[in-house]
């Protein structure tokens, strides 16, 4: 089976900079979509930044200009660099991998925090 795992979360002031990864563990042949999304205390899980397999990637308005995804040929799945960052970015970020083979399924990490504060 497939196991993600996010790191690269943290605090941060408002203005400045994160880079999330998402590292995966398990044999994954061909995606349909990888993405990140994110849910903020008392909000709804959000879709913020997604990649097809083409590598054509689409954004959330409420972070266009600002992230930026990416894939990784290492050990890493995916990153999300994190830029201009605002308190209202303060969330749990996770990573999804919809995985076509070998094990076709939706595969989601646990989460990590980041906040925004001065």
């Known amino acids: 089976q497939v196991r993600l795992v996010e790191s690269g979360g943290g605090l941060v002031q408002p203005g400045g900079s994160l880079r999330l990864s998402c590292a995966a563990s398990?044999?994954?042949?061909?995606?349909?979509?990888m993405g990140w999304y994110r849910q903020a205390m008392g909000k709804e899980r959000e879709l913020i930044a997604t990649?097809?397999?083409?590598?054509?990637?689409s954004y959330a308005d409420s972070v266009k200009g600002r992230f930026t995804i990416s894939r990784d040929n290492t050990e890493n799945l995916m990153t999300l660099q994190m830029n201009s960052l605002k308190l209202e970015d303060t969330a749990v970020y996770s990573c999804?991998?919809?995985?076509?083979?070998?094990?076709?399924?939706?595969?989601w990490g646990p989460g990590t925090q980041v906040t925004v504060s001065s």
């Open positions: 999804n991998v919809r995985v076509l083979s070998p094990y076709a399924g939706d595969y």
């Open positions: 398990g044999r994954i042949f061909r995606v349909r979509t």
């Open positions: 990649m097809t397999s083409d590598g054509s990637a």
